[in-house]
Each structure stands twice: as structure tokens, then as C-alpha cells.
């Protein structure tokens, strides 16, 4: 499926490279002991300086989907899963990414995943398949 990649930058190259090493890297603060999603310079929840990526598991459940029909260019493969997953590590822990090599309707909430990273130009990005 074609992708429009993110521009890199200093706070979010770990997350976007990290696949890389096959690890996936979350923003971590050091004040509040929390994760936080996307990743920023300051911690959203207490805005401590004191942050930088640490890798985590790269499991976690499906908290929430919706499937694409429209194809949207003539490159795109639908339908597809569009899906919001919850990382085991914290509450809250979220972002948005993509459900592959599964039937779109086989997926549900709740749906234990594990991360997949596939490779763009410079980045890696952090797909998920069924645990």
C-alpha cells in the first residue's frame, strides 16, 4: 500500500528507525515514570525535559478499528485495517497503525497483536499481526 512517510526529526527518529533493530520505541519520561505517544521533546503529562526513547515489548490489543473501502489512489489494495493498538506496557499507550495478513473481518477488540516492522526509504514502520 503506498504511504506518505513522516518527515524525521530529532524526537521522532527513534520511533520511526527503530525497526531497524526490530525494536519498537516509545517516548519514556524519567520524572513521570510514563510513556507517551507521539514523541515530543517534553512530557506531555508533566513536562519534564528529562525524555528519550526506550524500547518496549511490541505487544499489545486491538482498542479500536475500522476497515477502509475506498481506494483512496489506484495503487491502494482495500479493504484494509486501520486500527488504533493499546501497547501492554501502560494504559493509555496508544497509536494508530495498520492490522496485516489477517481477514479484515476476522479482527475485534481486544485482539492481542504484535508488532511487524516493514521497511519505506528510511523508515520502518510499526505494522501489527494477530498474536
Not at 21 to 48: E, I, K
Not at 57 to 67: E, L, Q, Y
Not at 71 to 93: D, M, T
Not at 99 to 115: C, H, K, Q, T, Y
Amino acid at each position: 500500500m503506498p504511504r506518505k512517510l513522516p518527515a524525521l526529526n530529532a524526537d521522532n527518529r527513534a520511533f520511526w528507525q527503530g525497526g531497524k533493530s526490530d525494536a519498537l520505541l516509545m517516548h519514556y519520561c524519567h520524572s513521570c515514570t510514563r510513556f507517551f505517544h507521539p514523541p515530543g521533546p517534553v512530557c506531555p503529562n508533566c513536562a519534564s525535559l528529562d525524555v528519550n526513547p526506550r524500547r518496549v515489548s511490541g505487544r499489545g490489543k486491538v482498542a479500536s478499528f475500522t476497515i477502509n473501502h475506498q481506494p483512496w489512489v489506484p495503487e491502494l489494495n482495500e479493504p484494509f485495517v486501520i486500527a488504533i493498538v493499546e501497547l501492554e506496557e501502560q494504559a493509555g499507550l496508544r497509536f494508530v497503525t495498520n492490522i496485516e495478513d489477517l481477514a479484515v473481518e476476522d479482527v475485534f477488540i481486544g485482539m492481542p497483536v504484535r508488532v511487524r516492522f516493514r521497511q519505506e526509504d528510511d523508515v520502518w514502520l510499526p505494522l501489527f499481526i494477530k498474536e
